[in-house]
């Protein structure tokens, strides 16, 4: 095998690992937060403990019902599940630019939400060349 076959099977590697981490990250936030305000439109909760995470004290700061963030959740979910998967089966730059988005909104949702996004964040800049085509 040639120097630049192997560099090309590695290139598609990365791809291919880059993508499947994109769609892993996008399932469990985006598929998350769609259930989950879900249920606190459903029943009036979130799911796990009565009280939500830290993410609710920055969003009563900003004089908004935490409990009335459930249409939010079901958007931003949504939009994390439509703009990577677009990205993972086009490779579209306005996928990129979308995910991205949807990544830096993200970052409020604290404590998992914003590492998750920021891994998401990372994986897209540094991986920008080999998800764009």
Do not use: C, E
């Not at 998350?32 to 009563?60: E, I, K, M, S």
Request: zero cysteines; charged letters at 10%; aromatic letters at 10%.
């Amino acid at each position: 095998m040639t120097d630049t076959a192997a560099a090309g099977r590695r290139h598609t590697s990365h791809r291919v690992l880059q993508r499947w981490a994109l769609g892993l990250v996008a399932a469990l936030i985006g598929g998350f937060q769609l259930v989950d305000g879900a249920h606190v439109l459903r029943v009036g909760a979130y799911l796990g403990p009565p009280t939500p995470g830290p993410w609710a004290n920055l969003v009563a700061a900003a004089g908004v019902d935490p409990f009335a963030m459930g249409p939010v959740f079901i958007v931003l979910g949504s939009a994390w599940i439509l703009a990577v998967g677009w990205l993972v089966t086009t490779g579209a730059g306005t996928a990129w630019w979308a995910s991205v988005a949807v990544a830096v909104l993200t970052l409020w949702y604290l404590p998992l939400g914003t590492a998750l996004a920021a891994l998401t964040l990372l994986i897209l800049v540094v991986g920008r060349s080999s998800l764009v085509r």
